[in-house]
């Protein structure tokens, strides 16, 4: 300090003192005064003012008493700065006070070695414990300063001022270590032994409070309480008591803010929650809203332990569970708070409301689409987009016009503007199809769009998507063989030949591409029959024998019939007998007889001469079916429909219902699907029947069975299509279960079938191995093809209800728990006596009079008529249709060749 400013100093102070002497008690009285006001601001916690105030006293007054006030005030603030940690700032006021008033220095306590102890400088206050000549007294007071102030262990096994093997070092090393380890996971009991830290060491309490954290983790409670009891009550450790004692469940009183924090970040505090949770999904199994809404908020008012993030997630996942019960949004935000419409919560509520409400399922994951790429989730155009496009499209492809007429859109479910644009997703798959297979070109998506469009669409929209198909992967044969098929059904066969050789590079050894080039060979060959062309039809015939590998026998059955045609055309008797009996020593007397019959069939041409003829009596019906399967298998083959409606019926049924009609699964299944397209459903049945008695591929005889019922079996023909599903599923039947999901979803199939217990949602659901065998084991019992008055309700129909509806009170079973007094009866008090409808009257009366307008129709018509009806063709148009004899087409009818086609073949020679 320089002379200049301590002469300055001593003037000031000399000039204070004589103004104070000049002015006595007057002066003395506005001290006092002065001092209660700077007491009262220290009490109130309020240094920064009280200092300010007793700096302007002692300037005026500069007495000893106005000193000693100034250093209470300088203590004070340094105290509060310490509590703010503000250890520097401490530090600089100490020094102000050191320099200008030494005299007050012992009033500032053990502020110095306050600071120190915050700054983790230990070595100046432990330093008198490495004497061993130390007095017990001061020895006591430093390690009662350690027991009560010391927090930082790590700082305090670092210091220099002892040994490194001194006991407090060691101690403090193994305490830190073990409390970050205890503190962070599982730890072993060796790593919270410390044997390092005697009874008697002051920080024998943080060894307490290590071993009570370990026994809380490990469930002990006992052993935690009896820890905690080790731990002194002025040590620094017993400050974590009250949290320690809460979270350990023996109470704790009244917890600091702090502590609260704790308990809640550490403690159990999820199981508050769980039990909510728990109540809400009691809640929502009864259906009850009052439950509902009460739980849901509870279960909100549960989680206030949880981050921002798994609230929101928790919130969302309540939100769209209580959307999916048909509460409106306005309801669930009342309960939860407001919803966080984001695409975690979009994508939860397009899940739940797949199963019952298929139409805002796809509108929910079109918003959530949205707002995925909004916050970049996935890209637009990715394989992300491509694959959720081609789930929306399935969504689409299997909505119905009534669900689609039932969608509300005025729920307040979706944002303002998104239904504008969403809601022509719902009119057609179409777009979605293609908005997958531009984002994601893979096969299953194009497969997808070219079975619905095979379907729904129009021929030319199906021969588009497969264009489409072999233009983005060249590499596949699957478009290629439907464009073949596509162009044969035109009767393209230029094209259509172009395509097969096309597959037959990418290919060729492919059965479906080989088969597809003998469908095409036979279907040219049949169409210059039906010309009268027998020269370019034997271009063909010889082109068949090769083809295909592993089934010679069946293209040589194929090309003698053809040559026999040949040879009747041009008129060669010779010819006709030589082939005749060629044929006959190939597929027997009756596979001659069907395979010519079918081919006269296909070419709506029947010979002038008769065909050989053949005794159907004077074989064994055993053997009878067995030649009838091998033609039914050559059919197959070829593309060729087999006729199945002859006089042969009898003795094919004998055959298949004995116990072992020699037949294996592939040659009943054939006779089985002949016997369907040629409208032989007594014989398609008893084919399904021999199939399950055999046990093997149950899943096919059971569709089989399904679709050879007529309307009036519509229960059993709904059982059976359901078993033969889950089946098929079961059985990983890929190709079966989509031939189901096919007829189901077929919208002649749902207008015939439209019952109360025909649901959209019946495909869905799993089936129990016990319900599958109750099916099966009741359809082999049904051997016969049940007759329309004796038609009994099969017995398993109550329980595939119940596995649907979750009742046991049948299909008609359609209650609704929301509201237990909402047990009003909806039929009108008048119908009739028993507050019941009978309708069985009614029912009767229409049977009977349908039995009188078919009695007039010619024979056969019956039949045709309800193979319409189970078509889905309007009921007025048929019978109107069926009501006039339709006449035969003549016999020898020739047209001629399709000038576009001929240059593919050849002219006549």
Same mark, same amino acid.
């Given at each position: 300090?320089?002379?200049?400013?301590?002469?300055?100093?001593?003037?000031?102070?000399?000039?204070?003192?004589?103004?104070?002497?000049?002015?006595?008690?007057?002066?003395?009285?506005?001290?006092?005064?002065?001092?209660?006001?700077?007491?009262?601001?220290?009490?109130?916690?309020?240094?920064?003012?009280?200092?300010?105030?007793?700096?302007?006293?002692?300037?005026?007054?500069?007495?000893?008493?106005?000193?000693?006030?100034?250093?209470?005030?300088?203590?004070?603030?340094?105290?509060?700065?310490?509590?703010?940690? %503000?250890?520097?700032?401490?530090?600089?006021?100490?020094?102000?006070?050191?320099?200008? %008033?030494?005299?007050?220095?012992?009033?500032?306590?053990?502020?110095?070695?306050?600071?120190?102890?915050?700054?983790?400088?230990?070595?100046? @206050?432990?330093?008198?414990?490495?004497?061993?000549?130390?007095?017990?007294?001061?020895?006591?007071?430093?390690?009662?300063?350690?027991?009560?102030?010391?927090?930082?262990?790590?700082?305090?096994?670092?210091?220099?001022?002892?040994?490194?093997?001194? #006991?407090?070092?060691?101690?403090?090393?193994?305490?830190?270590?073990?409390?970050?380890?205890?503190?962070?996971?599982?730890?072993?009991?060796?790593?919270?032994?410390?044997?390092?830290?005697?009874?008697?060491?002051?920080?024998?309490?943080?060894?307490?409070?290590?071993?009570?954290?370990?026994?809380?983790?490990?469930?002990?409670?006992?052993?935690?309480?009896?820890?905690?009891?080790?731990?002194?009550?002025?040590?620094?450790?017993?400050?974590?008591?009250?949290? %320690?004692?809460?979270?350990?469940?023996?109470?704790?009183?009244?917890?600091?803010?702090?502590?609260?924090?704790?308990?809640?970040?550490?403690? *159990?505090?999820?199981?508050?929650?769980?039990?909510?949770?728990?109540?809400?999904?009691?809640?929502?199994?009864?259906?009850?809203?009052?439950?509902?809404?009460?739980?849901?908020?509870? #279960?909100?008012?549960?989680?206030?332990?949880?981050?921002?993030?798994?609230?929101?997630?928790?919130?969302?996942?309540?939100?769209?569970?209580?959307?999916? %019960?048909?509460?409106?949004?306005?309801?669930?935000?009342?309960?939860?708070?407001?919803?966080?419409?984001?695409?975690?919560?979009?994508?939860?509520?397009?899940?739940?409301?797949?199963?019952?409400?298929?139409?805002?399922?796809?509108?929910?994951?079109?918003?959530?689409?949205?707002?995925?790429?909004?916050?970049?989730?996935?890209?637009?155009?990715?394989?992300? *987009?491509?694959?959720?496009?081609?789930?929306?499209?399935?969504?689409?492809?299997?909505?119905?016009?009534?669900?689609?007429?039932?969608?509300?859109?005025?729920?307040?479910?979706?944002?303002?503007?998104?239904?504008?644009?969403?809601?022509?997703?719902?009119?057609?798959?179409?777009?979605?199809?293609?908005?997958?297979?531009?984002?994601?070109?893979?096969?299953?998506?194009?497969?997808?769009?070219?079975?619905?469009?095979?379907?729904?669409?129009?021929?030319?929209?199906?021969?588009?998507?497969?264009?489409?198909?072999?233009?983005?992967?060249?590499?596949?044969?699957?478009?290629?063989?439907?464009?073949?098929?596509?162009?044969?059904?035109?009767?393209?066969?230029?094209?259509?030949?172009?395509?097969?050789?096309?597959?037959?590079? @990418? *290919?060729?050894?492919?059965?479906?591409?080989?088969?597809?080039?003998?469908?095409?060979?036979?279907?040219?060959?049949?169409?210059?029959?039906?010309?009268?062309?027998?020269?370019?039809?034997?271009?063909?015939?010889?082109? @068949?024998?090769?083809?295909?590998?592993?089934?010679?026998?069946?293209?040589?059955?194929?090309? $003698?019939?053809?040559?026999?045609?040949?040879?009747?055309?041009?008129?060669?008797?010779? #010819?006709?007998?030589?082939?005749?009996?060629?044929?006959?020593?190939?597929?027997?007397?009756?596979?001659?007889?069907?395979?010519?019959?079918?081919?006269?069939?296909?070419?709506?041409?029947?010979?002038?001469?008769?065909?050989?003829?053949?005794?159907?009596?004077?074989?064994?019906?055993?053997?009878?079916?067995?030649?009838?399967?091998?033609?039914?298998?050559?059919?197959?083959?070829?593309?060729?429909?087999?006729?199945?409606?002859?006089?042969?019926?009898?003795?094919?049924?004998?055959?298949?219902?004995?116990?072992?009609?020699?037949?294996?699964?592939?040659?009943?299944?054939?006779?089985?699907?002949?016997?369907?397209?040629?409208?032989?459903?007594?014989?398609?049945?008893?084919?399904?029947?021999?199939?399950?008695?055999?046990?093997?591929?149950?899943?096919?005889?059971?569709?089989?069975?399904?679709?050879?019922?007529?309307?009036?079996?519509?229960?059993?023909?709904?059982?059976?299509?359901?078993?033969?599903?889950?089946?098929?599923?079961? !059985?990983?039947?890929?190709?079966?279960?989509?031939?189901?999901?096919?007829?189901?979803?077929?919208?002649?199939?749902?207008?015939?079938?439209?019952?109360?217990?025909?649901?959209?949602?019946?495909?869905?659901?799993?089936?129990?191995?016990?319900?599958?065998? !109750?099916?099966?084991?009741?359809?082999? !019992?049904?051997?016969?093809?049940?007759?329309?008055?004796?038609?009994?309700?099969?017995?398993?129909?109550?329980?595939?209800?119940?596995? !649907?509806?979750?009742?046991?009170?049948?299909?008609?079973?359609?209650?609704? *728990?929301?509201?237990?007094?909402?047990?009003?009866?909806?039929?009108?008090?008048?119908?009739?006596?028993?507050?019941?409808?009978?309708?069985?009257?009614?029912?009767?009366?229409?049977?009977?009079?349908?039995?009188?307008?078919?009695?007039?129709?010619?024979?056969?018509?019956?039949?045709?008529?309800?193979?319409?009806?189970?078509?889905?063709?309007?009921?007025?148009?048929?019978?109107?249709?069926?009501?006039?004899? @339709?006449?035969?087409?003549?016999?020898?009818?020739?047209?001629?060749?399709?000038?576009?086609?001929?240059?593919?073949?050849?002219?006549? $020679?």
């Amino acid at each position: 300090m320089s002379k200049r400013f301590q002469k300055q100093r001593t003037a000031e102070a000399s000039g204070a003192q004589s103004e104070a002497a000049r002015g006595g008690a007057e002066t003395a009285a506005l001290a006092v005064e002065e001092r209660e006001r700077v007491y009262a601001q220290i009490r109130e916690r309020h240094s920064k003012a009280a200092l300010q105030m007793a700096k302007d006293l002692h300037k005026r007054c500069g007495s000893q008493e106005s000193e000693e006030l100034l250093a209470d005030a300088y203590r004070a603030r340094i105290e509060d700065l310490l509590r703010l940690r %503000m250890t520097v700032e401490a530090r600089t006021l100490v020094q102000i006070v050191r320099v200008r %008033m030494p005299r007050t220095l012992p009033r500032l306590g053990a502020i110095e070695q306050e600071i120190q102890l915050l700054e983790g400088r230990f070595d100046a @206050i432990v330093a008198p414990l490495g004497n061993p000549d130390l007095a017990a007294e001061q020895r006591e007071r430093i390690e009662a300063f350690v027991r009560q102030r010391v927090e930082n262990l790590g700082a305090l096994a670092k210091v220099d001022s002892l040994a490194a093997d001194h #006991a407090l070092r060691v101690a403090a090393g193994a305490l830190a270590a073990a409390f970050e380890a205890v503190t962070r996971g599982p730890v072993d009991a060796e790593r919270v032994a410390l044997t390092e830290v005697s009874r008697r060491s002051p920080l024998a309490s943080w060894k307490g409070l290590i071993r009570a954290i370990d026994s809380y983790y490990r469930g002990d409670k006992e052993a935690c309480g009896a820890w905690l009891k080790t731990i002194a009550a002025d040590s620094v450790p017993a400050r974590l008591l009250p949290a %320690m004692r809460a979270l350990g469940g023996t109470g704790a009183g009244e917890l600091t803010a702090a502590a609260q924090r704790l308990v809640e970040l550490v403690g *159990d505090q999820g199981a508050e929650l769980r039990r909510a949770a728990e109540d809400f999904d009691r809640a929502v199994a009864a259906r009850k809203p009052m439950p509902i809404e009460k739980a849901a908020r509870k #279960a909100i008012g549960a989680s206030v332990h949880l981050d921002t993030e798994a609230r929101e997630r928790l919130r969302g996942q309540m939100a769209a569970c209580m959307m999916h %019960m048909d509460f409106s949004p306005e309801t669930a935000e009342r309960a939860l708070g407001a919803i966080k419409r984001d695409a975690y919560f979009l994508r939860v509520l397009a899940l739940r409301l797949e199963d019952a409400d298929r139409g805002n399922a796809v509108l929910a994951w079109e918003d959530f689409r949205e707002d995925a790429i909004r916050c970049r989730w996935f890209a637009a155009g990715g394989v992300e *987009d491509g694959v959720l496009s081609l789930h929306m499209a399935r969504l689409v492809e299997n909505l119905n016009r009534n669900e689609i007429e039932d969608l509300t859109y005025d729920d307040g479910m979706w944002k303002p503007g998104f239904l504008q644009n969403a809601k022509n997703l719902l009119t057609s798959p179409g777009p979605l199809f293609a908005r997958a297979c531009q984002a994601d070109p893979c096969a299953e998506s194009f497969e997808a769009w070219l079975n619905w469009a095979k379907r729904k669409a129009k021929p030319k929209e199906a021969d588009e998507v497969a264009e489409r198909w072999r233009k983005e992967l060249p590499a596949d044969a699957r478009p290629l063989l439907h464009l073949v098929d596509a162009s044969e059904e035109r009767k393209a066969y230029k094209k259509s030949l172009g395509y097969l050789e096309e597959a037959e590079k @990418i *290919d060729g050894l492919n059965p479906a591409v080989r088969r597809a080039r003998l469908r095409l060979l036979v279907g040219a060959a049949l169409r210059h029959l039906g010309q009268v062309k027998a020269s370019l039809a034997r271009r063909e015939i010889e082109a @068949i024998l090769p083809l295909p590998e592993g089934a010679l026998h069946e293209c040589t059955m194929l090309a $003698s019939a053809l040559d026999w045609f040949c040879a009747a055309i041009e008129n060669d008797p010779s #010819a006709m007998d030589a082939k005749a009996g060629a044929l006959a020593q190939l597929a027997g007397g009756a596979g001659r007889h069907l395979l010519l019959a079918a081919i006269s069939r296909a070419i709506r041409i029947a010979p002038k001469v008769g065909f050989p003829e053949f005794d159907a009596h004077s074989l064994p019906a055993a053997e009878l079916l067995t030649q009838a399967a091998r033609i039914c298998q050559v059919g197959e083959l070829a593309g060729l429909p087999t006729p199945m409606q002859s006089g042969w019926n009898d003795d094919l049924l004998k055959a298949l219902r004995q116990s072992a009609p020699g037949l294996d699964t592939a040659e009943l299944l054939a006779v089985g699907e002949a016997a369907l397209k040629d409208n032989a459903r007594e014989l398609a049945y008893a084919v399904s029947a021999a199939g399950l008695a055999g046990g093997s591929a149950t899943e096919r005889f059971l569709y089989l069975r399904a679709r050879s019922l007529l309307f009036w079996a519509c229960e059993q023909r709904l059982g059976c299509m359901a078993a033969a599903l889950a089946l098929a599923r079961k !059985e990983r039947d890929t190709v079966l279960a989509e031939q189901i999901l096919d007829e189901i979803h077929n919208p002649a199939w749902r207008t015939m079938w439209r019952t109360p217990f025909v649901r959209n949602d019946w495909v869905a659901r799993p089936f129990t191995d016990d319900l599958l065998n !109750e099916i099966v084991a009741e359809e082999r !019992e049904r051997s016969v093809l049940p007759d329309e008055r004796e038609y009994k309700r099969p017995r398993y129909m109550q329980k595939l209800n119940a596995h !649907e509806t979750g009742s046991t009170s049948g299909f008609d079973d359609d209650e609704d *728990d929301w509201d237990e007094d909402e047990n009003e009866d909806d039929w009108d008090e008048e119908e009739n006596d028993s507050g019941e409808r009978d309708t069985t009257g009614t029912f009767e009366a229409t049977r009977n009079k349908l039995d009188e307008i078919f009695s007039r129709f010619p024979p056969g018509t019956r039949e045709r008529v309800l193979d319409a009806f189970a078509a889905g063709a309007g009921h007025l148009d048929q019978i109107g249709r069926n009501a006039k004899q @339709i006449p035969e087409k003549p016999v020898c009818a020739r047209r001629g060749p399709v000038p576009e086609q001929e240059s593919l073949f050849g002219e006549e $020679s």
